[in-house]
């Protein structure tokens, strides 16, 4: 069974660090990967997707990488913000289904 | 942002009564999912629809049901609602899936149940 585990739960770092968040799963057969971030009392909003062939993504000062051998993957949050707080979740698309296992999340705070 | 509607968008109703949950989508996405977000689970699939009364179970569909007679509407059913089923409720869409067409899951605002 697909288990999917983000570490830390929570981070809190003052604004303009360099920061990174964990991902790891179990099971290696996946199709893609996708960062979301999660707003209180909000939906989701897709931030990056790596399909399993692709080593990174970026999109301005966002970068994901994926090691689907090893089960990993880390978003990496540049010069970060205020703005950038948030809870952020990764999911896994399971090889041969339409379902996605999503982690439980990192709460992060950006304090000025 | 991806035009998707749920509503409504809080509800409290009593155990044992039936409770509808409504998803509208302008993006004409043929995949629509529901999902529920507990404290300490995550998000967990209940049930997707790939296409007009084509349905299929996710990971916790017992005590839910759904219905898709239309591309834009996917109605999510608690037919007897119980206490465990109060969570937060999430409809998402996606263009399509297959293995080489790798297209990202967008999410609504969500609904807020309570089952008191």
């Known amino acids: 069974k697909q288990e999917v585990t983000q570490i830390p739960a929570a981070l809190s770092v003052p604004e303009g660090e360099n920061l990174v968040l964990n991902c790891s799963f179990t099971?290696?057969?996946?199709?893609?990967l996708q960062w979301f971030r999660q707003d209180p009392g909000k939906g989701l909003t897709s931030l990056l997707l790596i399909q399993s062939s692709q080593r990174e993504q970026t999109s301005g000062r966002l970068n994901a990488s994926l090691d689907k051998s090893s089960g990993r993957s880390t978003l990496y949050i540049a010069a970060s913000q205020p703005g950038d707080s948030a809870t952020y979740l990764c999911?896994?698309?399971?090889?041969?289904?339409?379902?996605?296992?999503f982690g439980t999340g990192t709460r992060l705070q950006v304090f000025p | 942002d991806a035009g998707i509607t749920q509503s409504p968008r809080h509800k409290v109703t009593e155990t044992g009564t039936p409770v509808t949950l409504r998803c509208h989508q302008t993006e004409n996405h043929r995949y629509m999912y529901w999902y529920r977000q507990d404290p300490g689970h995550g998000l967990r699939l209940i049930h997707y629809?790939?296409?007009?009364?084509?349905?299929d179970k996710g990971e916790v569909s017992d005590g839910y049901s759904v219905s898709r007679s239309k591309t834009e509407d996917f109605l999510l059913t608690l037919e007897s609602a119980t206490s465990s089923q109060t969570s937060v409720y999430f409809c998402?869409?996606?263009?399509?899936?297959?293995?080489?067409?790798?297209?990202?899951?967008?999410f609504g605002d969500g609904t807020r149940l309570s089952i008191l």
């Open positions: 099971d290696s057969a996946i199709y893609n």
């Open positions: 629809s790939y296409g007009v009364k084509d349905t």
């Open positions: 999911a896994v698309r399971l090889y041969n289904t339409d379902k996605l296992i």
């Open positions: 998402a869409i996606s263009e399509s899936q297959g293995p080489s067409q790798n297209q990202p899951q967008h």
